[in-house]
């Protein structure tokens, strides 16, 4: 039997990153706050999907913790009132590790797909990416085309001598022709009937929005930029997005929509309302909302000359609120250290962490030098960042468009080396 008035309740998520270390600092607590937050959200909302679309963990090798917490949760999740989940993989996971337990969750009622089950090189069948949701009274209730992250060996055959425009322009058609033949593959099943589908998937679509510092690494990202909207067939009535951590809908429908992570995953995204989707289908017809998400740990950002980090880290001292802090200074006046300086403005107020500081220092003709206060450490920086400290230093007068054609060509063979 299905929630509310008959009608079929659905939180869709994504972006777990179960693992993920904020500069070093373990989140144990906040994932285990989020994980019972989203059990006691289940119950509240009387909700009878639940949709996760990929990044589950940071790693494709998760620790035994995250594993941990992943396997406790889907056994928590069968003891709520929710029938069924659905669980993706994304680009942070592995994919057969996503599908080793798959036989042993579906005693639970969590249907994963890690790799995916047809393209390039596979004989499987796109009937293989669609799951069948029944209710209590075993009545088809819902039609899932889950397609998992999908890397350039999965969509296309690769040739000798292809330029990055050629490359790029078959990897955004095997995308297309991959959540097409899903989509087909569900309407068959659908057959007409008042029987919503859903498509779900984890990648970057044009347009869609992003912060510095949280991670995400823009994929399907060429010479012609990235998927459009248009890989999305009509016939899906809502799809569920994963990779971006921002709570957003793109191509200017609300039926497309990235559920955003559930925590902040870098500074970029301090101050973030974090949120899922709700959706609730009446039929075919869905009513979406958002469902916003408690702040487990305070995160802040400061930023300024002497005064303005005094005054910023004293006002966060003064709410008395757990604080993850990451400092810059950016005034004229040489100092010799932030690290000091954060660690005098903070005092005895343990309840307040910084775990990043850098400087960069202004200098005013005839000043001093930067100090190495403001150097980051490699595990502090993405391939692109490294990359474009390297021109920075080796190539101090390239122009503005030549640096910045540069970093483009870099994004592509990251993207085509599949880092």
Known sequence: ?????????IFHTSDWHLGRLLHEQARDEEFDAFLAWLLAAIEREKIDVLLIAGDIFDTSNPTHAAQQRYYQFCTNLSRTCCRHAVITSG??????????????????????????????GKSGDPADEVIVLKDAGGNDELIVAAVPFLSDGDVR????????TTKAQKMIAGVSAHYRAAAEAAERIRDGRNIPVIGMGHLYVDG?????????????IGMLGGVGTSVFPASLDYVALGHLHVPQSVGGSDRIRYSGSPLAMGFGEAGQQKSLCRIVFDGKTPKISLCEIPCFHQMARIAGDRAA???GIRALVNRHEAT?????????????????LV???????????????????????????????????LAELDEKAVFGKL?????PGISAQDRSELMKTFDELLILSGL
């Open 157 to 164: 055959f690769s040739a000798d001598g292809e330029d990055t």
């Open 391 to 395: 021109l920075d230093a080796k190539c």
């Open 343 to 377: 660690d005098t403005c903070i005092g005895d107020a343990d309840y307040i962490k910084c775990l990043y500081t850098q400087n960069n220092y202004i200098a005013l003709p005839g000043g001093a030098e930067d100090d190495e206060d403001g150097c980051e450490s």
């Open 91 to 120: 680009n942070h996971d592995s994919t057969s590790f996503i599908d080793v337990p798959s036989e042993l969750l579906h005693c639970l009622n969590v249907h994963v797909i890690g790799q995916p089950r047809f393209g390039a």
């Open 208 to 220: 869609g929005i992003h912060e510095e510092d949280d991670g995400v690494r823009v994929t399907y």
């Open 1 to 9: 039997m299905q929630g509310e008035s008959g009608k079929l309740r």
């Open 309 to 311: 980090i005094e005054s």
């Open 324 to 340: 993850y802090i990451s400092v810059t200074y950016t005034g004229t006046d040489y100092i010799e250290s932030v690290q000091e």
